[in-house]
């Protein structure tokens, strides 16, 4: 019998998922799930998002709602595992047996703590911990089932990197124990934001949510920012200067791209007519999606919180086993 790959990934609850978590993720989520080779564990990153977050009825609430969102996107919960971070307390023990391999100055300089710290220059004192040692939590998540697969956005590849360095140290240190987990094969993904500032992320206020209707997409697509150095239609448009086109990347067909570009490029087709395409297409992805998360509105959160509790039991049967082997190694067992 061939031995499954295990696939791990965990979105945090922090609000409404866009299509950067879609493209960026979740669609590999919903690919890897269906090849039978795979093992999959999808969770809910709870625990990092006390980072920022603290209405605790807000994370509930977020967190019902991934785990509905999770099945819409077409991941079964029967044949893959959904669990709440917070359902494996084990985890958070592996977090602090992993962070004492880690060293301070490589979570200094993870990207997610600099851009914090650097803005907050003042408040240093208020970046929290928790925020610093944010990644060693993310590598528990990923070693304690024996991830081999991470699929995530660009973003969080210095996490996974991390997490990458502590499997191969631990092993050096104390025998071979962890698999080494990839990264999504091809290129990381970064979805852009609407603003045409930077990716697209649910505290910048520049995104597609997954459930916004197609008159939202409309007025959203419509204000997004494009090729700032096109004036007038009838100037030429660079479209790798236009976020736009990025999505367009993304979600539009071989012959749209080529339409498009070659429209901008010689002033033949106007930001109207661009975004028309990409409003349509992205109207296309989100309609099945969100017809089944409104089916899903009978059962409601009930059925998401027996499907964390299903889950939870499989992921903590899974994670237990490692961290009982890890203390074991590390001269620390349960007496
Ligand atoms: P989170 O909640 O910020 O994002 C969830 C996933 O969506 C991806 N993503 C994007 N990808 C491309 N372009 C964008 N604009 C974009 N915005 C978001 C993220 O890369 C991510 O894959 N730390 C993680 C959660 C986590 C985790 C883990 C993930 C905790 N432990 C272990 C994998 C493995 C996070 O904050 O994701």
């Not at 979570?107 to 600099?114: G, Q």
Request: proline fraction near 4%.
């Amino acid at each position: 019998m061939i031995e499954k790959k295990v696939v791990l990934s965990g979105i945090r609850a922090t609000g409404s998922l866009h299509l950067g978590n879609y493209l960026g993720a979740m669609k590999y989520f919903v690919k890897l799930s269906k090849d039978e080779k795979n093992s999959c564990y999808f969770f809910i990153a709870n625990l990092h998002t006390l980072t920022t977050r603290i209405n605790p009825d807000d994370i509930l609430r977020d967190l019902k709602e991934i785990v509905l969102t999770y099945i819409s996107i077409g991941i079964d919960p029967e044949s893959s595992v959904i669990f709440a971070q917070s359902s494996v307390p084990e985890t958070s023990e592996l977090n602090w047996l992993l962070a004492c391999l880690t060293s301070v100055a490589e979570l200094e300089k993870m990207p997610h703590f600099k851009e914090k710290k650097d803005m907050k220059e003042i408040l240093h004192e208020t970046v929290n911990v928790g925020l610093l040692t944010y990644p060693v939590l993310m590598a528990a998540d990923i070693l304690g089932p024996l991830a081999n697969k991470v699929p995530v956005g660009e973003d969080q590849h210095p996490h996974v990197e991390l997490a990458r360095d502590l499997a191969r140290r631990f092993n050096a240190l104390y025998g071979e124990t962890f698999p080494v987990p990839e990264l999504l094969e091809g290129e990381a993904i970064r979805v852009p934001g609407l603003d045409g500032k930077g990716k697209m992320g649910k505290s910048n206020q520049n995104t597609i949510d997954l459930m916004d209707s197609p008159e939202e997409v409309l007025k959203k697509i419509g204000k997004a920012v494009t090729d700032t150095a096109r004036v007038r239609k009838s100037d030429a448009g660079n479209p790798l200067n236009c976020g736009l086109y990025t999505l367009h990347q993304l979600l539009s067909s071989d012959g749209e791209l080529m339409e498009v570009y070659a429209g901008c490029t010689s002033a033949q087709m106007g930001c109207v007519d661009c975004k028309k395409i990409l409003v349509e297409n992205i109207n296309q992805l989100l309609a099945p999606i969100q017809v089944k998360r409104f089916e899903l509105n009978e059962k409601g959160s009930k059925y998401a919180l027996e499907v964390l509790h299903e889950g939870g039991k499989r992921a903590r049967k899974k994670i237990v086993a490692t961290v009982e082997n890890v203390k074991e190694k590390m001269g620390v067992p349960l007496y």
